[in-house]
C-alpha cells in the first residue's frame, strides 16, 4: 500500500538539534524527499536521497534512511528559529508511470 | 528560473458555484501536478500531466473536477459545482520529468473558501 507516516509536532530550543521522523510503507519507493512549508507558501525541496543510499548530508541538514525498516530521518543541526515550519516527507513510487506521495508533515517549533 | 506560477491567490465562493484555477509551471519542465491540501493534512494528488496527456486522474472527482493543459504548458483545474468540503489550498507543481530523480517544485497555492 502507499503510506507515509509522520508525527505531527516537534518543540526543540534555538541551537539545539530537530530529528523528525517518517515511516512508509511502499518497499518500491525509488527517491525520498524532505519539503519545507512556512505559512501561505507552497512547498520547498529542502533535499532528497535515492533509495540505494543510507546517508546525505547537505550543510546543516542530514537524512538517514533504513530501507530495512523503511525509516526516514531528517535532522537539522543547530536549529534557529526560521527553520519553523512544516515538514513534510515524501515518497516516489514507480506504479507504471512515477507517483509522490506525502505525508501529513510535521510541525516544528523553535523556541528563542 | 521563475518558479510555478498560480492565479488567483485567495478565492471565496458559495457552494453550487464555479470556480477556476491557472497554473505556469516552470519553463521546460514536461510534468504538472495539481495537489489538494486540506487543513492540517498532506497534499493529495488529484491529477498528473506529462505534456498535454493525463498520466494518473485516480484521485479526481470527476463528476465536478476536471482539469486540462492543452498546449503542453499551463494548466486549468475547474470545480463545478463546489461543495463545502471542496475548502482547501490547491497546490500547483511542475518537474522535469516522471522519474523520481526529478523533484517537484511547488507555487504558492490558491486558498479555496467555499461557504
Known amino acids: 500500500g502507499e503510506d507515509v507516516e509522520q508525527s505531527l509536532f516537534l518543540s526543540v530550543r534555538e541551537g539545539d538539534s530537530s530529528v523528525i521522523n517518517c515511516t512508509y510503507t511502499d518497499s518500491s519507493s525509488t527517491y525520498l524527499y524532505w519539503y519545507k512549508q512556512e505559512p501561505g507558501a507552497g512547498l520547498q525541496l529542502l533535499t532528497y536521497?535515492?533509495?540505494?543510499?543510507d546517508m546525505k548530508q547537505d550543510q546543516r541538514l542530514t537524512v538517514l534512511l533504513n530501507k530495512k525498516d523503511k525509516h526516514l530521518s531528517l535532522r537539522i543541526a543547530d536549529t534557529q528559529t526560521g527553520d519553523s515550519a512544516i515538514y513534510f516527507c515524501a515518497e516516489s513510487i514507480d506504479t507504471g508511470g512515477f507517483k509522490t506521495i506525502f505525508g501529513a508533515g510535521t510541525r516544528l517549533f523553535v523556541k528563542a | 528560473e521563475a518558479g510555478v506560477a498560480q492565479s488567483p491567490r485567495y478565492k471565496i465562493i458559495e457552494k453550487r458555484q464555479s470556480v477556476a484555477f491557472w497554473c505556469n509551471p516552470i519553463s521546460g519542465h514536461a510534468t504538472l501536478y495539481w495537489y489538494q491540501q486540506i487543513l492540517g493534512q498532506g497534499p493529495k494528488l488529484l491529477i498528473q500531466?506529462?505534456?498535454?496527456?493525463?498520466?494518473?486522474d485516480s484521485q479526481l472527482p470527476k463528476d465536478r473536477f476536471s482539469a486540462e493543459r492543452l498546449k503542453g504548458v499551463d494548466s486549468t483545474l475547474k470545480i463545478q459545482p463546489a461543495k463545502l468540503e471542496d475548502s482547501a489550498v490547491y497546490l500547483c507543481?511542475?518537474?522535469?520529468?516522471?522519474?523520481?530523480?526529478?523533484?517537484?517544485?511547488f507555487g504558492n497555492g490558491t486558498r479555496l473558501t467555499v461557504t
Open positions: 500531466f506529462q505534456n498535454n496527456g493525463v498520466v494518473d
Open positions: 507543481a511542475s518537474s522535469r520529468n516522471q522519474g523520481g530523480e526529478s523533484p517537484l517544485h
Open positions: 536521497i535515492f533509495s540505494n543510499m
